[in-house]
């Protein structure tokens, strides 16, 4: 009997410490996209490798990072009026689907390519942010990228062992498993930001990679700053018009980091990065 009650106890304590390591990696997992900050060893370090700028002080790299400016909540499935500004809209299972494209004009006209999120049966569009947890850009925690003005790939720079590129979002996918994707509602806006984004890496294939606080200059850059760049030097006004500081990628999921337009997460891919529902949203 004592045998018994012994090997009832031993294993309601193994269970009780698995229990307890899963729910701690979980909960690192949903605050991994606050931490922005990196180690001040870190950043010697990433400042030896020419990462970061060698004129940079590391606290004039912690203070030229924006403060959490608000969550950015997901598109309200029960808001068809919401849901339209976004070209979305739901079936009667209530599912979010991007809003069928209009028939081609002519016969023989081919309808242009598209590329439907993971999961999902959202259509990428022109300007759509992608944000992931599923690697770090050097410096950096999180990577970002912006959906070019094809809609089937995207512009970013990976780390400083590359330069910027347009390549498919089937590769983006391949590789970052979490990603978060965000909508502004003004479609004109975004594209403008998409083909900005599409020329610039036309035009500075051989671009570095280093952070620095340089905001207007094109060579070096870094992948969030490719997305604001092409918000900002593009002309929409969706981000504050400065010239110096420094912008990391979950920069991008702050509903208050945005300005005339209203963001929204209209994708949820993967499982595990941050404020994840029952939804593919």
């Not at 598109?75 to 500004?85: G, I």
């Not at 690697?135 to 590359?162: D, L, W």
Request: aromatic share 10%; with cysteine; net charge negative.
């Amino acid at each position: 009997m004592k045998k018994c009650k012994f090997i009832l106890f031993s294993f309601l304590a193994f269970l009780l410490i698995v229990s307890f390591s899963f729910n701690g990696k979980a909960e690192a997992s949903e605050t991994e996209e606050n931490n922005d900050v990196i180690s001040i060893e870190k950043f010697d370090s990433l400042q030896e490798e020419g990462v970061i700028d060698p004129n940079l002080s590391y606290e004039e790299f912690v203070g030229s990072i924006d403060s959490n400016l608000g969550t950015l909540e997901e598109v309200d499935v029960n808001d068809d009026e919401e849901l339209s500004e976004y070209g979305l809209t739901t079936t009667e299972e209530v599912e979010v689907i991007s809003v069928p494209a209009q028939s081609p004009g002519s016969f023989g006209t081919m309808a242009a390519a598209t590329y439907t999120y993971p999961g999902t049966k959202v259509i990428a569009k022109a300007g759509d942010i992608l944000v992931t947890n599923s690697t770090s850009s050097s410096g950096f925690s999180g990577h970002a990228g912006i959906v070019t003005s094809n809609g089937i790939m995207f512009s970013s720079i990976a780390n400083t062992k590359a330069n910027p590129r347009n390549l498919s979002l089937k590769d983006w996918f391949s590789k970052y498993k979490n990603t978060k994707v965000v909508r502004i509602n003004s479609s004109t806006k975004a594209k403008t930001a998409a083909n900005w984004a599409t020329s610039y890496v036309r035009n500075h294939a051989n671009a570095s990679y280093s952070i620095t606080t340089n905001l207007k200059g094109l060579d070096p850059t870094y992948c969030s700053k490719i997305v604001w760049q092409a918000y900002v030097l593009g002309g929409t006004g969706v981000f504050d018009n400065r010239s110096v500081g420094i912008k990391v990628p979950y920069n991008l999921l702050y509903k208050g980091y945005y300005k005339g337009v209203t963001p929204k997460r209209v994708a949820l891919i993967g499982s595990n990065f941050g404020a994840n529902t029952s939804s593919n949203l």
